[in-house]
């Protein structure tokens, strides 16, 4: 199963390119909407992305996620590591069982 990278920091892909995972490093003004729309039709199982990215494309995301099975849509952490909001792992288990 292929994977692939949507990132909004130049070392995450760096380093997920290094490791051989397919992808694009997006800065602002690019089109993040888009890079998505390419990444689901590119026959990945998984689709990586950064929070930034994320963020910018939450609400086609989640979409995405609750009508379609594959691929996983996953975020993971820039080198920054993710925000630290105190709520972060609750929210995460709430969206996990459907609160």
Not at 11 to 22: E, H, Q, R, S
Not at 38 to 64: C, D, F, Q, R, W
Request: cysteine-free; proline content about 2%; overall charge negative.
């Amino acid at each position: 199963m292929k994977s692939y990278l949507l990132s909004g920091n130049r070392d995450t892909y760096i380093g997920m390119k290094l490791a051989g995972v397919d992808g694009v490093y997006l800065q602002e003004g690019d089109d993040i909407e888009q890079a998505f729309k390419e990444a689901l039709s590119g026959g990945y199982g998984i689709i990586l992305m950064t929070e930034k990215i994320y963020h910018s494309i939450k609400e086609e995301v989640i979409h995405t996620k609750t009508t379609t099975k594959i691929p996983l849509i996953t975020v993971i952490p820039d080198r920054h590591g993710y925000n630290n909001d105190k709520e972060r792992i609750m929210s995460y288990i709430k969206e996990s069982i459907g609160l």
